[in-house]
T-cell receptor
Framework: RKEVEQDPGPFNVPEGATVAFNCTYSNSASQSFFWYRQDCRKEPKLLMSVYSSGNEDGRFTAQLNRASQYISLLIRDSKLSDSATYLCVLNTGGFKTIFGAGTRLFVKA | DVKVTQSSRYLVKRTGEKVFLECVQD?????MFWYRQDPGLGLRLIYFSYDVKMKEKGDIPEGYSVSREKKERFSLILESASTNQTSMYLCASTDPRGDGNEQFFGPGTRLTVL
């Protein structure tokens, strides 16, 4: 079983739609959680950290459920510029950072 | 802004060649990492370094070695390139003195081994 599992998609949504991605992880000792965004042929970049209390950054909301070992990312009012691959990332402490394979999102006009 | 640069965006090499991938960061970060990214597999850690001349194996170190002679530079070496090493190679750095969790990536090197 992979340490981090994501639905690869692609998710095809119209502009203005709300879309949600989930990610499950197997290591209950995981300490820190993140969503990264990767544009086509570009490097990953941090989108937001994920906290147990949930956090919001504009149109983006991230949630962590430690009991069920999953994190989620909700994007409201999708824009064309949101088209990218979203990587679920966790850190188990120290230098160990684990990346999911990513979920591809296409937002269409 | 943190800047991580990699020596080449695209490389084509032949089986058996020795390949050097260079990575330089300009923010005095302690930790540096080399990953490869393949479709459906995500990023997999090859090696990392937490100080000059220090290196640790990641999850897939076989067929690779690294060098960190200066703090800002971390090199990945393919001793004898093979076709299964065709991949996107990404370098990253972090600063444990700060949050320590955000990884700053270089633009990547797409390596093709023929």
């Amino acid at each position: 079983r992979k340490e981090v599992e994501q639905d690869p998609g692609p998710f095809n949504v119209p502009e203005g739609a709300t879309v949600a991605f989930n990610c499950t992880y197997s290591n209950s000792a995981s300490q820190s959680f993140f969503w990264y965004r990767q544009d086509c042929r570009k490097e990953p970049k941090l989108l937001m950290s994920v906290y147990s209390s949930g956090n919001e950054d504009g149109r983006f909301t991230a949630q962590l459920n430690r009991a069920s070992q999953y994190i989620s990312l909700l994007i409201r009012d999708s824009k064309l510029s949101d088209s990218a691959t979203y990587l679920c990332v966790l850190n188990t402490g120290g230098f160990k950072t684990i990346f999911g394979a990513g979920t591809r999102l296409f937002v269409k006009a | 802004d943190v800047k991580v640069t990699q020596s080449s965006r695209y490389l084509v090499k032949r089986t058996g060649e020795k390949v050097f991938l260079e990575c330089v960061q300009d923010m005095d970060h302690e930790n540096m990492f080399w990953y490869r990214q393949d479709p459906g597999l995500g990023l997999r850690l090859i090696y990392f370094s937490y100080d000059v001349k220090m290196k640790e194996k990641g999850d897939i170190p076989e067929g690779y070695s690294v060098s960190r002679e200066k703090k800002e530079r971390f090199s990945l070496i393919l001793e004898s390139a093979s076709t299964n090493q065709t991949s996107m190679y990404l370098c990253a750095s972090t600063d444990p003195r700060g949050d320590g969790n955000e990884q700053f990536f270089g633009p990547g090197t797409r390596l093709t081994v023929l």
